[in-house]
């Protein structure tokens, strides 16, 4: 019999696939100590929390038999990802548990925003009776701009159709194809700006996104925008949404979640003109009743079945398969980090390559490893290899992977194209026994390149002085320079040239250099790179 301990309150009635099994045996105990849950958790099999509960290294590192970690929900903040995988947990959550809850809150604060409901509530009831100064707007034949076209962004859609609106949505990975389908039209974030009546946010918060919604895109804006945000805070910058509405840029707004929760912005939350609700976007009792299910039924699947669906963090692979591609599991994903912040355009088609050795073996992690990173600078970190694929499917984006034992020149060797219309980039990379991974060519540049945190990416002409005029500008912004690498393919042709360098480049800086004549563009670029390899 396995056993399961739930730590936080959860539906009984979503626990059901559990506890009527009889291989199951589950117990519910809620507020422990987090010593004391550290001396219970050795007994158990599976963990059940929701938010209140913080998986610690200290509880994982103690829990002998436990093989699942569950999270009723989707975030999984409060459970140490990085310390379960080394011990070998499942960790699993619900992540379309609460797409019907989020989206009908949108709706809900959409309407209340367009009307004034909540203020005229509060009018009413202290007793006043101000029927003009509740005026509305109506959001039929409206413009909606939906900046993230995911699970929640794709209902709202459909949903805001019903009121005969006409919608704008936005997303990286939104082709024209599945717009058509859907009944809206892709746009850009400043077409969006520019003709939208409603804007509704629907992103992950990831470094790109972070203060994506700001005063230079409110600037820009209709006059009289109104704004929602039931996804995530600091999506929108929050003091620059409160000047927008106090200067009368952005008429209202409707908002869920903050940068910090509780909120800290008493000029958001205290604002008439803006309607607040305390993180309320999966608080039905629907919701909270199928991320119950969702995680019990997974369970089962895990100990009867040997089925995962909703893994957050590595599915276990056989030692000896594991033992012959470890050497490119971090090289492949840094090559694609590098290659997706060079490119600057999301993928429609990824093509991979691999020659030599590698030809033989049993490629799909690194597949799913190079692709998690491509698709993770866009959409966020609870992408990983396990559900990859079908946040792949779900985006409509198609990829090839093609084997070949020529060695090209090396005992193993991996190439990535990513393809956006008639654009295309393409990186190569090796390991060389003895000397680590190298980037052996980007774009057709031959390079042999050791991966390194800090990087600035620069196309240029192959003209004498270019190293100088670059290395100038660096130094004057006390920038050093660690290692250098350059390709051309003719001489006084296109080049380009990488730097390592020891800190982040500020954007006054790359700015100057891009001025340097001859020189064609500079990336900053920063990818991963463990402690241990810095």
Partial sequence: MYKVIVTDPISESGLRALTSNPEFKVEQQTGLDPAVLAEMIKDYDALIVRSQTQVTRDIIQAADRLKVIARAGVGV???DIEAATEKGIIVINAPAGNTIAATEHTLAMMLSLARSIPQAYGSLTSGKWERKLFKGVELYQKTLGVVGMGRIGTEVAKRAKGFQMNILGYDPFLTEDRAKK???IKASLDEIAEQADFITVHT?????????IDADYFAKTKKGLR???CARGGIIDEQALVDAVNSGQVAGAAIDVFEHEPPQNTGLTQNPRIIVTPHLGASTAEAQEKVAESVSEEIVGIFTAGSVQHAINLPHISASVQQKIRPYLTLSEQMAELLMQIFKKAPEKININYYGELFLEDTGLLTRQMIKALLSYYLDSSINIVNVMQVLK???LSYSVQKNAAHKGFTNFIELEIVNGDDKATIACTYLSGFGGRIVSINGYRLDMEPEKYLLYIDHMDVPGMIGSVGSILGKGSINIG???????TIGGKAVMVLTV???VPENVRTEILGIQDLNDVQFVEI???EEEN
């Fill in 77 to 79: 903040d409060n459970i």
């Fill in 182 to 184: 859907l009944g809206i």
């Fill in 204 to 212: 992950p918060l990831t470094p790109e996104t972070r203060g994506l």
């Fill in 227 to 229: 704004i929602v945000n």
């Fill in 394 to 396: 779900a985006h409509s």
């Fill in 483 to 489: 290692s250098m690498y350059v390709g051309r393919q």
């Fill in 502 to 504: 020891d800190k982040p």
């Fill in 528 to 530: 991963d790179v463990p």
